[in-house]
């Protein structure tokens, strides 16, 4: 993967054209519903809804680009977005605990979880795929325990009052959540020397180690970090649905890959960016909240998200001239 | 009308007045439909009630049938339970309390743990074969299609296989299926159209949240559609959303808040299984349509209670779980011992809204609200009271 984001061999302008493909398509998009649907889709509200609708999507999906920019993958990120959702439920709910200790533990948690993680990828050197997906499994059987398997309403008005109700611009706060994530992220990713660490331990980790970065301080500070921000999204998970349940966030786990690999061919081509995910996450809401307004059956939903991620990053493979790509 | 006009005396001073009943005639001919149509409305709404009002007593136990020594009957046998999935509350509840009932009578009930995956229900069927287990109950979700071996190789060994809460009495049962125990999905459909007639005063504007792929639905789907066309001519179903059971957590929101920001004059939404009803919910509170939608749902699981209690649902139809599990036993023993099965399962479905939630526990539980008649009523036909 090139550390810069210009292309090779391409010029000026069809790397400029590759960068923001994506923000057109998504404009496209917008554009045709909008003219097909001028008084639903093209609405304020519709684009607010969205917004703060998707926000745990968005969450998870950067979550994920941190341990991805370091070469490991996180497939525990679905299960702990549903472990910090029913631990709210369960403290705040079930035994009546201040919504504060609730968030505090449900935060511990994410440390916990991206703790063990790194243990076994870093220290006992086990492929991240094969750790991961065992946690995953422990977390949802855990959650599963610890739920009762049942979902649990009634979380603190409050809190859901702040995720949810309490709006900026139309816009419930959850969207400003995601929005403040991706800001961080793109920071530490472009201008803190941790960032260009990070990129470098995920373009191969020997030259990495030669040039004196601790790969493995820099690995296992992604595995937690990335187990942090996916506990936040179950947060404002909870908040957006009021409830929380021990089996939905594990579904939002390939949409999210499939968000960040897409958002890698956009911005910052061939790199895992937080502004490229944030924005295919959103261009894939726009096009399955359009289809849904036409009312078209939800499979079509589902072949819009394989097909827009497989044709942008062949899109993007053909503009670099079918080099070898080193994304996953 | 006509007649009468035509009956009128054809003199010129009778002109003005014939041209004004004529006129008259005219404009009653037009308003007739609209008359007709406002008595079709008000009789469906009158109709809707008395269904409603069926159903908001606490339910009263009948018999299922004549009264049998239950205990000589169980005695000594074994019954494996497996649930579509032992994650899920709703099934697994009904087990626990199978066990309890099953203590009573001398029969052994043991459930077989699964997460929801064909291949271990198979392992459960091959499993209560090798371990001479008398009775395989299937509940709820667990379709014997996709057991057909398995059952077939039950069926060699003596090992008889039943389902309860899994088909509507108009689906007929597999073949090898010793005895079903349905439940009127269909008449639960009718009961939610009803429920919005009812309270939309006869203008329900629609969207259903749907899982085609579960074998109830159909049943469900064409009791909800039937009543609508048969008694309310104004309501209509304005979006159908299906929605896969794996995708309901990714899919449900958005696509409601498609459908409520595309159509404004929605102010229904029919989950038809009750915890969909946490997608629904948001999805309401997000697009500004809280207190303009009203929800209506069918499970009567604990959390969907609260929402009800919070006024973010209008109504859910509850059943009870222990209610469940004793007919359910009651049904097997009569099957296993000769007797005749009931035709269904015989549980009453009970409304419960703002009026009488909070019968159901404040948090909402499990078989809190339905009264206990029915404990009676099984042990006076069991032998086990007078």
């Known amino acids: ?328 | 009308m006509n007649a009468s006009i035509q009956d009128l005396p054809r003199s010129r001073p009778a002109r003005a007045p014939r041209r004004g009943l004529a006129l008259l005639a005219g404009v009653l001919a037009l308003l007739a439909p609209g008359a007709a149509s406002a008595d079709a409305a008000a009789d469906g709404i009158a109709h809707a009630a008395r269904q409603i009002e069926k159903h908001r007593a606490k339910p009263v136990f009948v018999a299922p049938g004549a009264p049998f020594d239950a205990q000589k009957c169980a005695a000594g046998r074994k019954m494996l339970s497996v649930p579509n999935s032992s994650a899920n509350p709703f099934l697994k509840g009904i087990i626990k309390r199978e066990v309890e009932v099953g203590k009573q009578l001398g029969l052994t009930v043991q459930e077989w743990q699964n997460q929801g995956q064909p291949s271990q229900w198979a392992q459960g069927v091959e499993f209560a074969v090798r371990n001479k287990f008398d009775i395989v109950n299937l509940i709820s979700g667990v379709d014997p299609k996709t057991l057909e071996p398995q059952i077939r190789a039950a069926r060699a060994a003596g090992v008889k296989t039943m389902t309860s809460h899994f088909y509507d009495p108009s689906q007929p049962q597999n073949p090898l299926v010793a005895a079903s125990l349905p439940v009127g999905f269909n008449a639960i459909g009718k009961l939610l159209a009803d429920w919005a007639i009812l309270r939309s005063n006869g203008n329900a504007q629609i969207v259903v949240i749907k899982s085609s792929e579960v074998p109830p639905t159909e049943p469900l789907m064409r009791g909800l559609r039937d009543e609508l066309a048969a008694h309310c001519p104004k309501c209509r179903i304005v979006n159908e959303v299906n929605v896969g059971v794996t995708e309901w957590a990714t899919k449900i929101q958005s696509s409601l808040q498609s459908a409520l920001l595309a159509n404004p004059g929605v102010n229904w939404v029919i989950p038809i299984y009750d915890s969909m009803s946490q997608f629904v919910v948001p999805a309401i509170q997000i697009t500004g349509r809280k207190g303009k939608v009203k929800v209506a749902t069918f499970n009567g699981t604990p959390f969907v209670l609260d929402y009800v209690r919070n006024g973010d649902v209008d109504m859910n139809i509850g059943e009870s779980l222990d209610w469940i599990a004793h007919a359910t036993i009651d049904g097997y023993l009569r099957a296993l011992c000769g007797l005749p099965v009931p035709k269904d399962i015989g549980v009453p479905f009970y409304l419960f809204d703002a009026g009488n939630v909070k019968d159901a526990g404040v948090p909402a539980k499990f078989d809190q609200g339905y009264g206990s008649d029915y404990v009676a009523g099984f042990r006076r036909l069991w032998g086990l009271a007078k």
Request: some cysteine.
């Open chain 1, 1 to 328: 993967m090139s550390g810069a984001p210009v292309v090779r061999g391409s010029s000026p302008v069809a790397a400029l054209v590759e960068r923001f493909a994506l923000v057109g398509a998504w404009l496209a998009v917008i554009a045709g519903f909008g003219i097909a649907l001028p008084g639903s889709f093209l609405t304020w509200q519709n684009f607010a809804v969205m917004f703060a609708s998707q926000a745990p999507a968005a969450l998870l999906a950067l979550a994920l680009i941190v341990p991805l920019t370091c070469g490991d993958y996180d497939l525990s990120g679905g299960a702990t977005v549903t472990l910090a959702a029913v631990i709210l439920g369960v403290l705040n709910v079930n035994h009546q605990e201040p919504i504060g200790l609730a968030l505090a533990l449900a935060l511990a948690a994410g440390v916990l979880v991206g703790t063990v993680n790194a243990f076994f990828i870093v220290y006992v050197r086990i492929p991240s795929l094969v750790v991961t997906l065992g946690t995953a499994s422990l977390v949802t059987g855990f959650v599963q325990w610890f739920s009762d398997s049942s979902t649990i309403s009634g979380l603190d008005a409050t809190f859901v009052d702040w995720i949810i109700t309490k709006q900026l611009f139309g816009i419930s706060y959850a969207f400003y959540v995601a929005v403040l994530v991706a800001l961080l992220l793109w920071y530490v990713f472009e201008y803190t020397p941790l960032g260009r660490r990070m990129l470098f331990v995920g373009k191969g980790r020997e030259v990495a180690r030669l040039n004196g970065i601790r790969v493995d301080h820099v690995r296992a500070g992604a595995l937690v970090a990335s187990s942090v921000l996916a506990t936040l999204a179950g947060i404002v998970y909870a908040g957006v649905l009021g409830s929380a349940d021990p089996f939905s966030g594990l579904n939002f786990l390939l949409p999210a890959f499939a968000a960040a690999f897409l958002g890698a061919t956009s911005i910052k081509p061939g790199r895992f960016n937080a502004w490229g995910t944030f924005i295919a996450v959103y261009f894939l809401a726009s096009g399955i909240t359009g289809l849904s307004m036409f009312g078209i059956p939800l499979w079509v939903t589902s072949a819009f998200n394989g097909a827009a991620l497989i044709v942008a990053v062949t899109l993007s493979q053909f503009a670099r001239g079918r080099v070898e790509s080193d994304l996953g």
